[in-house]
């Protein structure tokens, strides 16, 4: 499988349409990084299509069934949807909200055992909630249509702070099923994945004692320190400096480096579209190669992001590079290496100015994938599976 960064870049877009809509703006955008196809949403509810079998294990060890619920929403046709305990789809709409002022779409989990559901052609979030459930709030997005407020478990003021949550994303269609643990935003319950169809693949799981052991990383930082609420989660550092618990420079003395090393002489990033051969020149990181593509000096928050002067559009030859610059911002390695993208993990997070929450989160999985930031797939060291005829999905809460 090529590096996703090497082929189309809808994921990022897709994880800040969600994280930024959850927390100020009333709807999320469309969220499938690839057309969906099949499918009509005009009915009340509509009926499942090319189902895939999902399975949902409670291996928490804290929490019994009856205290999980489970929340599967997103699009469908550019349609915001979400999935009900029969495996049909239903629109979202401003009446589902309650006498609170909040929707209930939680699915329960089965008596005990496992829990059973078809997933339909959709693509979006599984979310899961402990001990409470989550506030998803119906409202009307700018062009008047129902749209859903998600969580944002990052943000002090919002409904579901105080709630034990986390999510996994995907995108069913007729291509097959793309999907994806993510600590892009935080990181909280221990899930993990499991896709069968043309083969058997897994990914997310965290080693013994993983969880604990990455909350005690980030908190020996003490730059990211701030980061971990209580026992709750651990915030991303974008989302971190965005409330004023990250500093807004705390990548500035890297980023000089960088540009000061690159002044002098050049840095080859490699795409599937070739390899491009940059340096900085006034001010600017110039690459040349399949095309001329160029970077102003970006910010932490650029960088941590992977956005603003980071931003990387599906163009095929801009948005390449700027992954692979995001993630050896990120990861480090930019001084390190001057061929990129580095792909050996021992040589990640060296610097003492890294990421250390991504570094953390690497560093508590069993395959030492994560999505510790949007741009982690460069390299293919991002927890994300595919398969293109599957047979069944698998979300499991693990033990914490």
């Not at 996703?4 to 990022?12: A, K």
């Not at 009509?40 to 509810?45: E, F, I, Q």
């Not at 390190?336 to 560093?363: E, G, V, W």
């Amino acid at each position: 499988m090529s590096p996703r960064h090497q082929r189309n870049l809808t994921r990022r877009k897709m994880m800040f349409a969600l994280g930024g809509a959850a927390v100020a703006a009333p709807a999320i955008a469309a969220i499938a990084p690839h057309a969906l196809a099949g499918q009509s949403g005009d009915s009340r509810t509509t009926a499942a299509a090319g189902s895939l079998p999902v399975t949902v294990v409670n291996n928490s060890g804290s929490f019994d069934n009856a205290s999980v619920h489970l929340y599967v929403v997103g699009n469908q046709d550019g349609k915001q949807v979400r999935l009900t305990p029969e495996g049909t789809l239903a629109p979202i709409a401003l009446s589902d909200n309650g006498a609170d002022g909040f929707t209930d779409y939680a699915i329960p989990l089965s008596g005990s055992g496992e829990t059973r559901l078809n997933l339909p052609y959709m693509s979006g979030r599984i979310y899961v909630a402990l001990g409470q459930k989550l506030k998803f709030k119906a409202v009307t997005d700018g062009n008047g249509n129902a749209a859903l407020q998600y969580p944002a478990g990052w943000v002090k003021s919002d409904p579901s702070y105080g709630v034990l949550h986390d999510c996994a994303e995907f995108t069913y269609n007729s291509a097959g099923m793309f999907c994806n643990t993510t600590m892009v935003d935080m990181f909280s319950v221990p899930l993990s994945i499991e896709l069968t169809g043309a083969r058997n693949q897994t990914t997310g799981a965290l080693r013994d004692g993983g969880r604990a052991a990455a909350f005690a990383a980030v908190r020996q930082v003490e730059e990211f320190a701030p980061l971990v609420v209580d026992d709750t989660r651990i915030i991303a550092p974008g989302h971190g400096l965005d409330a004023g618990l990250f500093a807004k420079d705390y990548f500035a003395p890297y980023i000089d480096e960088v540009w000061s090393t690159y002044t002098g002489k050049d840095l080859k990033v490699t795409t599937n579209a070739g390899t491009f051969t940059g340096r900085v020149r006034g001010e600017r990181f110039t690459f040349t190669g399949p095309a001329s593509v160029s970077f102003a000096k970006p910010s932490t928050r650029d960088v941590l992001f992977c956005d603003g002067k980071l931003a990387a559009p599906n163009d095929g030859t801009t948005g390449p590079v700027a992954a692979v610059l995001g993630a050896g911002f990120n990861r480090s390695t930019l001084l390190s290496d001057t061929a990129q993208p580095s792909t050996d993990p021992a040589a990640f997070y060296r610097n003492a100015l890294t990421n250390h929450y991504s570094k953390a989160i690497h560093a508590a999985t069993q395959d030492g994938k994560a999505y510790g930031f949007a741009f982690d797939d460069v390299a293919d060291f991002a927890s994300y599976i595919q398969d293109n005829a599957p047979t069944g999905f698998t979300l499991t809460l693990d033990r914490f």
